[in-house]
C-alpha cells in the first residue's frame, strides 16, 4: 500500500499568519491516465471530512481562496495564507492513484 | 443537493455480524462508483471497500477481505456494508462516500463499537 506521511503532525497557530502541511507518498502519484490523484480534506471536531482541494491544486466548490494545494510526483503541500478561527480542525492528504486509496496520519491545527 | 445517510451502526460482541445502510440521493447514485471509509482511533482514515457503478466489480482493503462485503441496489439508491466476525479493532464510524478516486461527498457517518 501507498504509505502518506504528513508533517507536522500537530500545528499550533496565529490567526492572519500562514500555515503550511506538506505530505510526502511512497511512490508516485502520477496515474497512467495523466492526472495525480492527490487530494486535502479537512475534519472538523464533531464533523465528517471535507474535501478541501482535489487533484493537488483544485479548490472544491465553497472552499476559500485562501486555501491552495501544490506539488507533484511523491512531494505535495498545502497552505493556507491566512488562518481563521473556523480552519481548526484535522488536515489529511489522501492519494487515489494506487488502490487501495489512503490517507496521511493527519495534521491537528490549532489556534495559539 | 447530494446527501449521504448512512444507518445501522450499533454495539456488538465481538465476533458477531452487522449490516450498514446508506441511503443517497440529489445524484445518479448509478453513474457513480461508491466506497466505505472508517475513522477508528488507532489507524485514523482507512478506505475499507470500493464498488463499481453496477456492481460488477468489488475491491477491498487486503486485511478486511472475505469479512466484509459491498453491495448496492441502484433501484433504491442504497450502499450496503456487510461485516462479519468483528473485533474489537473494527471499532469505528463508517462513512459511506462518493468515489472518484477521491471523495468529494461524505455522509455523517454512523457509529459501530464492537465490545464485550
Known amino acids: 500500500d501507498v504509505v502518506m506521511t504528513q508533517s507536522p503532525l500537530s500545528l499550533p497557530v496565529t490567526l492572519g499568519q500562514p500555515a503550511s502541511i506538506s505530505c510526502r507518498s511512497s511512490?508516485?502519484?502520477?496515474?497512467?491516465?495523466?492526472?495525480?490523484?492527490l487530494h486535502w480534506f479537512l475534519q472538523r471536531p464533531g464533523q465528517s471530512p471535507r474535501r478541501l482541494i482535489y487533484k493537488v491544486s483544485n479548490r472544491d466548490s465553497g472552499v476559500p481562496d485562501r486555501f491552495s494545494g501544490s506539488g507533484s510526483g511523491t512531494d505535495f503541500t498545502l497552505k493556507i495564507s491566512r488562518v481563521e478561527a473556523e480552519d481548526v480542525g484535522v488536515y489529511y492528504c489522501?492519494?487515489?492513484?494506487?488502490?487501495?486509496?489512503?490517507f496521511g496520519q493527519g495534521t491537528k491545527v490549532e489556534i495559539k | 443537493e447530494v446527501q449521504l445517510v448512512e444507518s445501522g451502526g450499533d454495539l456488538v460482541q465481538p465476533g458477531g455480524s452487522l449490516r450498514l445502510s446508506c441511503a443517497a440521493s440529489g445524484f445518479t447514485f448509478s453513474n457513480y462508483w461508491m466506497s466505505w471509509v472508517r475513522r477508528t482511533l488507532g489507524k485514523g482514515l482507512e478506505w475499507v471497500a470500493n464498488i463499481k457503478t453496477d456492481g460488477s466489480e468489488r475491491y477491498y482493503v487486503d486485511s478486511l477481505k472475505g469479512r466484509f462485503t459491498i453491495s448496492r441496489d441502484n433501484a433504491k439508491n442504497s450502499l450496503y456494508l456487510q461485516m462479519n466476525s468483528l473485533t474489537a479493532e473494527d471499532t469505528a464510524v463508517y462513512y459511506c462516500?462518493?468515489?472518484?478516486?477521491?471523495?468529494?461527498?461524505w455522509g455523517q457517518g454512523t457509529l459501530v463499537t464492537v465490545s464485550s
Open positions: 489522501m492519494q487515489g492513484t494506487h488502490w487501495p486509496w489512503t
Open positions: 511512490q508516485s502519484l502520477v496515474h497512467s491516465d495523466g492526472s495525480t490523484y
Open positions: 462516500v462518493i468515489d472518484d478516486r477521491g471523495a468529494p461527498y
